[in-house]
């Protein structure tokens, strides 16, 4: 199988990941993202996918599209415009996402907690060595899948895969043994063990979802440790930009209450104030209007905890953060 490299999802990565399938290549994986109107409209005419997948309708680009309708219609072009053979798969939990992909096709296929969908989640088990465990039925026929790593979107992305290996004939045991090879990309939720530390680099790109299900993350694989977060600005998101600050800022001092809480960048700065008034200790919140400037004051970490999480928009550049981090460490384990 063969899967588009790093974030080759545009009008130019996309044509170039169809290029380098080889003819060994039995299948191929393809990821399209959008930045206006129109752009996975252009992507499904290049490539005419065998099968499309929405996987989920979230807040990203939010000031970019115009409002969460224009994303709504964005991603769902997916559908609108795939060749009329392509199998499709919607996330099932979506009601808004679900009803609008029922008027666009007549054949769907579906995946999500909900007990309607062809492939749904029964139960899930975090397991203490960062791993989960997922029982899942899958058209019918009940499956026990385990996930190299621990996440609280895992599951969805689990049963978004197990749905179309099912449609694609894939026999069950390659799709179990993928899973469990998993490894997470930098910037994704990826943690290096080092001496001295737990350090979870999720520093690619940031979305109210992404934060809050990382934050849940956290807390359920690492309920004991002290904790240090970093955050920067989520950035392109419009009229909604005072709004998801101020909740991550809320998150922050009621629901992951870290021993230091260091944010970065202009709209950050609602977020440090914010956590203040939810709940944090003053003297635990630091603020710096980049990561030069935070890289500068050489704080010593190990006074806070021994897990530093990173999160925030990718022109914020938080993953400098994350390589002086490791660089300074004896020895580390990825």
Same mark, same amino acid.
Do not use: C
């Given at each position: 199988t063969f899967c588009s490299p790093g974030?080759?999802?545009?009008?130019?990565?996309?044509?170039?990941?169809?290029?380098?399938?080889?003819?060994?290549?039995n299948y191929g994986v393809l990821e399209f993202g959008a930045r206006k109107p129109g752009d996975i409209t252009l992507l499904n005419n290049i490539a005419l996918p065998n099968y499309v997948a929405c996987l989920n309708v979230?807040?990203?680009?939010?000031?970019?599209?115009?409002g969460q309708e224009q994303i709504y219609r964005s991603k769902l072009e997916i559908i609108s415009s795939a060749p009329k053979s392509s199998l499709c798969i919607v996330n099932h939990d979506?009601?808004? &996402?679900? =009803?609008?992909?029922?008027?666009?096709?007549?054949?769907?296929?579906?995946?999500?907690?909900n007990k309607k969908a062809h492939v749904h989640l029964k139960n899930t088990t975090w397991n203490q060595d960062n791993t989960m465990t997922l029982v899942m039925?899958?058209?019918?026929?009940?499956?026990?899948?385990?996930?190299?790593?621990?996440h609280q979107k895992y599951p969805y992305n689990a049963l978004a895969v197990t749905c179309l290996a099912h449609l694609a004939?894939?026999?069950?045991?390659?799709?179990?043994?993928?899973?469990l090879n998993f490894t997470p990309p930098p910037g994704r939720f990826h943690l290096?063990?080092?001496?001295?530390?737990t350090v979870i680099d999720d520093s690619y790109n940031a979305s109210i979802e992404s934060v809050e299900?990382?934050?849940?993350?956290?807390?359920?694989?690492?309920?004991?440790?002290?904790?240090?977060?970093?955050?920067?600005? &989520?950035? =392109?998101?419009?009229?909604k930009t005072i709004q998801v600050h101020t909740k991550i800022g809320k998150m922050c001092g009621e629901l992951i209450k870290p021993s230091l809480l260091i944010t970065v960048g202009k709209h950050a700065k609602i977020i440090a104030d914010t956590a203040a008034k939810s709940g944090l200790q003053q003297k635990n919140i630091l603020h710096?209007?980049?990561?030069d400037s935070l890289l500068k004051e050489n704080l010593i970490f190990s006074r806070y905890g021994s897990l530093i999480y990173t999160k925030g928009s990718h022109a914020i550049g938080l993953e400098k953060m994350v390589r002086v981090l490791l660089d300074a460490s004896p020895t580390k384990v990825s």
């Open positions: 974030n080759f999802n545009n009008e130019i990565g996309v044509p170039l990941s169809l290029l380098d399938i080889q003819e060994e290549n979230g807040s990203s680009h939010y000031g970019v599209f115009g979506d009601q808004v &996402l679900y =009803e609008r992909a029922q008027k666009l096709t007549k054949e769907i296929y579906t995946f999500g907690v039925n899958v058209f019918g026929k009940e499956q026990t899948i385990k996930l190299s790593h621990a004939n894939i026999d069950h045991k390659h799709l179990l043994k993928g899973l290096h063990q080092t001496t001295d530390f299900s990382g934050f849940i993350s956290l807390k359920k694989s690492f309920p004991l440790k002290k904790k240090i977060v970093i955050l920067g600005d &989520l950035l =392109e998101l419009g009229t710096f209007p980049n990561v």
